[in-house]
């Protein structure tokens, strides 16, 4: 009913949403889509690639075991995550989670449960909601999966990552997670909004492989190329 009264309109252009979209015809077309991801990391890729895998995968393998994300980390789709991260946009928000969701039911991949990436409570107040809860909700109701928000916490404050480089990422998320309840032989999907260099992804992953997690894969609304591509 609301949407036949107020009918979807693109949060790019403001034209006439199309398939019950925040999103017209004509931008969802143009999305940043990553046509040749990693397997791995789901970095994107050129589609003549020597490898499979990505430079930064070759190097050295991530803790989690695959990672799925329909769309790079470029415009638009960037300026979409920080309208919704950073402003409080939840309609963009409704969008990007509509995107995962479309893309994920598509594959074969059910994990146990999805665990959205937590934020400390002080950065949740400040905020007032998590981006990757809010992303979850489509997600879980197209995939009829469980959100699992009880097996993690963030234990600590930590500074905004996008602020930081690569290896003070790293450093920042040091111990800044714990793991709460059983995960022992379970298939865990990590969620978030966007993944740059993986650090966040990387430290959660750890402590689930820890706590005994058989699996962990990685979602993300889109990807940031590696620099080893």
Not at 139 to 154: A, E, G, N, Q, W
Request: net charge positive; glycine share 6%; hydrophobic share 40%.
């Amino acid at each position: 009913m609301l949407r036949f009264i107020y009918p979807p309109s693109c949060v790019l252009c403001g034209a006439k949403g199309s398939a019950d979209k925040d999103l017209c015809a004509d931008c969802f077309a143009e999305l940043p889509w990553s046509r040749h991801p990693c397997p791995r990391c789901a970095a994107p890729r050129p589609p003549d690639a020597d490898t499979p895998l990505c430079g930064e995968c070759i190097k050295r393998l991530p803790s989690w075991d695959a990672a799925k994300s329909p769309l790079a980390y470029a415009y638009p789709i960037d300026k979409l995550v920080q309208r919704f991260k950073f402003e409080g946009d939840l309609a963009v928000g409704r969008l990007l989670g509509s995107l995962l969701a479309d893309y994920l039911a598509a594959g074969t991949d059910r994990p146990d449960c999805i665990v959205p990436v937590p934020l400390h409570d002080s950065r949740l107040r400040e905020r007032g909601f998590n981006q990757a809860m809010e992303l979850a909700r489509p997600v879980t109701r197209r995939l009829k999966m469980k959100i699992r928000s009880d097996l993690c916490t963030r234990t600590r404050t930590t500074q905004v990552q996008s602020t930081l480089d690569a290896e003070e990422r790293r450093k920042n998320l040091k111990d800044a997670f714990t793991v709460k309840g059983s995960v022992q032989g379970l298939h865990i999907a990590l969620l978030d909004d966007v993944v740059t260099t993986g650090a966040t992804a990387e430290s959660l992953a750890r402590v689930f492989r820890e706590a005994g997690a058989a699996r962990v894969s990685l979602w993300s609304v889109c990807r940031a190329a590696s620099p080893l591509t």
